[in-house]
């Protein structure tokens, strides 16, 4: 595998809409063999027409069922004979008050944020050791570094992504596997739609005012993508330069 972005095959989740979509135009126009995956198959459909992609190239898949996972890394397998890169990017944010009990929400984020990520690393793991090659991208977030309130569960499936990144790290180095952490500020996406606590929401809602477009993070993956492969950008944290916290 050369370095660079040309020909590299990369499956992305959650790619249906904000940083998942943007990271795939610009994968795509750099010479990447996008491969997509979200539980909105409609979206997926339009951007594949509008990226010109093979209808074979996205698939419905729920980040929760493993087995969705799995047969999405073995559709990139199937079309392009190999995985180059995963981006972990499928994530939820419905951030809330502890006291306001919101037990479904905290199952969902974990279900997402967590297992999602560990199904990811499960899916391609076995494929990178087979090739001696390969680079894992999971998306944390600035609440993975920084907790305030509302954000305790959130905030936990971030510093959880984190932790497992770090031991997936240490223990790919025998196969030549690179691993990298994107912890994102405020970046408009949908994820603040998902707040179903009024007061979080309005919180949120002023700090994601001055939110940074979702190309700012497709700029971060495809720098992590795109180094030589003696150079593993282990992680990389950034907000928007008015974004205090």
């Known amino acids: 595998m050369s370095s660079g972005i040309q020909n590299k095959v990369v499956v992305i989740t959650g790619a249906s809409s904000g940083l998942g979509a943007e990271t795939a135009r610009h994968l795509a126009k750099a010479g990447a063999h996008v491969v997509l ?18 209808p074979e190239a996205i698939q419905k898949t729920d980040v929760t069922d493993r087995s969705q996972v799995k047969s999405l890394v073995e559709r990139a397998v199937t079309l392009h004979g190999r995985v180059d890169v995963l981006l972990n990017n499928a994530g939820l944010m419905p951030s809330s008050m502890l006291d306001k009990l919101k037990v479904d929400e905290w199952d969902r984020m974990i279900d997402v944020n967590i297992k999602g990520v560990l199904y990811g690393i499960a899916a391609v793991l076995p494929h990178m050791q087979k090739q001696m090659s390969g680079q894992i991208i999971n998306v944390s977030s600035v609440a993975g ?63 994601y005012e001055r939110a940074i477009p979702p190309s700012s993070f497709a700029r971060v993956v495809e720098f992590a993508i795109s180094q030589p492969e003696d150079v593993d950008i282990n992680e990389v944290l950034f907000r928007p330069t008015s974004q205090v916290y």
């Open 37 to 54: 995956g979200a539980r909105r198959i409609e979206r997926l459909e339009t951007l594949a027409r509008e990226l010109r992609l093979n």
């Open 145 to 207: 570094h920084k907790v305030g309130p509302g954000g305790s569960v959130y905030a936990g499936t971030k510093w959880a992504v984190r932790a497992i990144s770090e031991g997936l790290r240490q223990e790919v180095k025998p196969w030549n596997i690179r691993t990298t952490i994107v912890s994102p500020g405020a970046v408009a996406t949908e994820l603040i739609s998902t707040i179903t606590d009024s007061d979080i929401a309005a919180g949120m809602a002023k700090t």
